[in-house]
Nanobody, 120 residues
């Protein structure tokens, strides 16, 4: 089981991007999927989280601009990012606590980062 993040790119301030985090493999329960970001020289911070029950939380810095959502039919979680600013420039990582088939305890998985650059 692995996480596959995609959708990063270069955009101008005020534009939008949608990141995708696909769960690849056989799973039977997802406790939560989160998006983190890490800017150069800074720590990795939580951006948004969605639980298996659909509860969503956001960092204060992205509230009202970013939306996390899930598509159970595709085992994919999205992060819609609107009104992007220079401060949103970072590598974005998806993380999930989930049970793969046969697991008795949840796994903590990370996907490879996808780079988001906001520049004029």
């Amino acid at each position: 089981v692995q996480l596959q993040a995609s959708g990063g790119g270069l955009v101008q301030p005020g534009e939008s991007l949608r990141l995708s985090c696909a769960i690849i493999g056989s799973i039977y329960r997802v406790n939560a999927v989160s998006w983190y970001r890490q800017a150069p020289g800074k720590q990795r911070d939580l951006v948004a989280k969605i639980t298996g029950g659909g509860t969503k939380t956001y960092a204060d810095s992205v509230k009202g601009r970013f939306t996390i959502s899930g598509d159970n039919t595709k085992d994919t979680v999205y992060l819609q990012m609107n009104s992007l600013t220079y401060e949103d420039t970072a590598d974005y990582y998806c993380n999930s606590a989930l049970y793969a088939s046969g697991d008795l305890s949840p796994r903590d998985l990370w996907g490879r980062g996808t780079q988001v650059t906001v520049s004029s």
